[in-house]
């Protein structure tokens, strides 16, 4: 009976897992080890899958590591030099031949370089909000070393492309806190009242609009990081962090893993 009764488990878990939407909470945990603030910035590593994690542990005193998609397992925590406060981070930026963390800060200058192997901070990106604004979102584009910026406070989505920064688009009504980049689009997560993803084409052409299903009204979001290919049937995931609960929840958006090669990234960076 206990055999039937699993097999018939698996079969109602599969089920659930075929009609699983857009905007699906795939899962959700508390990072072993994570800093007494949650995580609050997330990026995606695309040589190795894993995800970066920051967080602050108290003022002045960010520690990062790098988490398993997989099994969302971290290794060993670090600190990063420099910082007061964290909020998004990317990964992936090119500058002098070292390849860097940008985790958005809450003192000027606002997106500071941060070298993963030391902790060290090594130099900083020109502000583009003002410091009431708060620098929410970031995600670097492993195609050009574009780097992508959200606000708390500005509806503009804006780009760096190594010597000045651009508006993408305008996200109005919404607190606009993390960024993604990913399958050649950009993803913006926005929190309290709209718990949506805003998703847009990497030349800045609107794509859709997914609702984060049954999300809790109160739990403000933060962070963005691409997730896993076909991580529900055909369909990508992201991952995000809210600091109500402090966890770390992977959603499901739609089959975009089609629109590049993941294999081309490595070549790609390696020109810069």
Request: one cysteine or more; proline letters at 4%.
């Amino acid at each position: 009976m206990a055999k039937i009764f699993a097999s018939l488990l698996a079969v109602v878990l599969l089920a659930s897992a075929a009609v699983a939407a857009p905007g699906d909470i795939i899962r959700s945990q508390s990072i072993s080890g994570q800093p007494s603030s949650g995580v609050r910035g997330l990026a995606k590593d695309w040589d190795t899958g894993d995800i970066w994690i920051a967080g602050p542990n108290g003022s002045n005193n960010i520690m990062y590591t790098n988490m398993d998609a997989e099994s969302m397992s971290p290794g060993s925590w670090n600190t990063a030099s420099g910082m007061y406060w964290v909020f998004d981070i990317g990964y992936g930026y090119v500058d002098g031949g070292t390849t860097y963390l940008l985790m958005n800060d809450q003192t000027a200058p606002y997106t500071k370089m941060i070298d993963p192997t030391t902790g060290s901070y090594d130099g900083e990106l020109p502000d583009y909000y003002s410091s009431a604004d708060y620098t929410d979102g970031c995600s670097v584009d492993w195609d050009d070393n574009y780097v992508y910026l959200s606000s708390y406070g500005s509806d503009d989505i804006v780009y760096y492309d190594g010597s000045s920064w651009n508006v993408l688009t305008t996200i109005s009504g919404g607190l606009n806190m993390g960024t993604a980049v990913a399958w050649e689009h950009l993803f913006i997560i926005r929190t309290s009242p709209h718990y949506t993803i805003e998703v847009y084409t990497i030349d800045g052409t609107f794509v859709e609009s997914i609702d984060l299903n049954s999300w809790p009204s109160g739990n403000y979001l933060i962070g963005l990081a691409p997730g896993r290919e076909d991580a529900a049937g055909d369909s990508e995931s992201l991952f995000f962090a809210d600091f109500i609960t402090y966890q770390v929840h992977e959603v499901e958006v739609g089959n975009y893993s089609t629109s590049l090669e993941r294999s081309t990234w490595g070549s790609i960076k390696a020109s810069f």
